[in-house]
C-alpha cells in the first residue's frame, strides 16, 4: 500500500512512537487524520503536521464507534495506542482490567473492523497494529499487558487470513523497549535483565515496511532479545527461571511503580 497521498488515521499520536509516526507519515504525503484523548496534546501536533483531528477515548465504546464514523474513508489504519498495564493483576481494580482490554485490544479490533469495509469495498487498504514483543513472551508483572498484546497479536494475524485476496493487508510490528522517548523510556528505568533497548527510528521504519510490503508481522528489537522472545514462547517455564535469575524483578518493581498512575 502507498503512504503518499493515502488517508492515514493513527491513534497515539500524543505518545512517544506516535509522535514520531506521525513525523514520518507527514514526511511521507499521507493525509493524515490524529486522534487522542487530550485536545490540548493533540491540537499541536496537528498543527504542525497539518493535520486532521478527531477526539477520542478509546477507552469509551461510543467514542470508538463515533471515531470509526468520522474517519469513515480512512485507507490505513495505525492502531497504536495502548495504556502500559504493568503491574500484578492483585493489584487491579475490575475497572482498571476493562480499561487496558478496551484501550490495547477492544479498540483497536473495533476500529479494524469498521473501517474495513471501506477498504474491502475500494480493494486496497491496510491496517498495522502497534504490538509488542510482550505478545509472544510474557513476563513477571505484566499480565494485563501482556495479554492484550497476545490478543491483539492472535487478531491480527487471523484477521489478516479473512482479508486474503480483498487488496486489504493486516500487519503488527512488535517492538521491544524503546530507548528515548515512550512509555519504557518514560520510566528513567534500565531495561530488565539489561537487555539492549531498540531506537524509535527502527520502531517507524517498521511501521512503514510493514504498510508499504504487507508484512504479517515484524518484531523490531536487537538480535538477542528477539531470539529470546522464540525461545520464551516456546518454554515458558523456563524462560520464567532465567528472568529470575538474571533479576529480572527488582528492575520491573521500578517500571510498574512508574507507569502506575497510567492505569
Ligand atoms: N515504548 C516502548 O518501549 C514500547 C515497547 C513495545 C511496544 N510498545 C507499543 O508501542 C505503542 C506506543 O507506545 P508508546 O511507547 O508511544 O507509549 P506512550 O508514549 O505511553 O503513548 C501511548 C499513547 O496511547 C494513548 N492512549 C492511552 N490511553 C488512551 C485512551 N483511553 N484513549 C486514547 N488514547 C489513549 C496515549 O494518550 P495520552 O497521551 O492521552 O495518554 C498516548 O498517545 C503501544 O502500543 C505500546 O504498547 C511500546
Do not use: W
Not at 179 to 187: I, Q, S, V, Y
Amino acid at each position: 500500500m502507498h503512504i503518499a497521498g493515502a488517508t492515514v488515521l493513527l491513534t497515539g499520536v500524543t505518545g512517544g512512537i506516535g509522535g514520531a509516526l506521525a513525523a514520518e507519515l507527514s514526511a511521507r504525503g499521507a493525509d493524515l487524520i490524529l486522534t487522542g484523548r487530550r485536545r490540548e496534546a493533540l491540537d499541536p501536533i496537528a498543527a504542525r503536521l497539518g493535520a486532521r483531528t478527531i477526539l477520542a477515548d478509546l477507552a469509551d465504546p461510543g467514542d470508538v464507534l463515533r471515531l470509526a464514523s468520522e474517519a469513515a474513508g480512512t485507507q490505513i489504519l495505525i492502531a497504536n495506542a495502548a495504556l502500559p498495564s504493568s503491574g500484578d493483576v492483585l493489584d487491579y481494580t475490575p475497572e482498571q482490567i476493562d480499561r487496558a482490554i478496551s484501550v490495547n485490544l477492544r479498540a483497536p479490533a473495533v476500529l479494524a473492523r469498521l473501517l474495513a469495509e471501506d477498504m474491502v469495498t475500494a480493494k486496497q487498504g491496510h491496517i498495522c497494529f502497534v504490538g509488542s514483543l510482550s505478545g509472544i513472551a510474557a513476563t513477571k508483572s505484566s499480565s494485563m499487558y501482556t495479554a492484550t498484546k497476545f490478543g491483539l497479536r492472535g487478531f491480527s494475524l487471523s484477521f489478516r487470513q479473512d482479508l486474503h485476496g480483498t487488496g486489504v493487508g493486516v500487519s503488527i510490528v512488535q517492538p521491544g523497549f524503546v530507548r528515548e522517548l515512550g512509555m519504557f523510556a518514560n520510566t528513567g528505568s534500565p531495561t530488565p535483565g539489561g537487555v539492549r533497548t531498540v531506537a524509535p527510528e527502527r520502531v517507524v521504519k517498521g511501521v512503514m515496511r510493514a504498510i508499504e510490503r504487507d508484512v504479517a508481522e515484524i518484531n523490531v528489537a536487537p538480535f538477542e532479545l528477539r531470539l529470546l522472545t522464540k525461545i520464551a514462547s516456546h518454554f515458558p517455564g523456563f524462560s520464567e527461571r532465567v528472568q529470575r535469575l538474571a533479576g529480572a524483578e527488582q528492575t520491573m518493581d521500578v517500571i510498574v511503580a512508574a507507569q502506575r498512575s497510567s492505569r
